[in-house]
């Protein structure tokens, strides 16, 4: 069983920066990837980054160059830094492993980019 837990988000202005943390406690040995997905009210959840277990890293193109997915295995934590953020940033993040063919869940965390 793995747990997920996010933190980071808040309200940044557009153009501002903010890092989101994703910490797995729990049995995280062999887990296949951690991604992170947004949704915003009435929008469908939308994978922005992905890391797998050998370290490979893909982006949504909304959000290429803009955003770094890393890892830090010592602290079971994924990171996502989020640079130049724009209004259309804006949604509840959620991060996701898999592990075993199980997909595992945090409870996210709210993003608002505002003036």
């Known amino acids: 069983q793995v747990q997920l837990a996010e933190s980071g988000g808040g309200l940044v202005q557009p153009g501002g920066s903010l890092r989101l943390s994703c910490v797995a406690s729990g049995n995280t040995f062999s887990f296949s990837f951690v991604r992170w997905y947004r949704q915003a009210p009435g929008n469908p959840r939308e994978l922005v980054a992905e890391i797998t277990h050998d370290g490979s890293i893909d982006y949504a193109d909304s959000v290429k160059d803009r955003f770094t997915i890393s890892r830090d295995g010592a602290k079971n934590t994924v990171y996502l830094q989020m640079n130049r953020l724009k209004p259309e940033d804006a949604a509840t993040y959620y991060c996701?492993?898999?592990?075993?063919?199980?997909?595992?869940w945090g409870q996210g965390t709210q993003v608002t980019v505002s003036s």
């Open positions: 996701n492993l898999a592990q075993l063919g199980l997909h595992y």
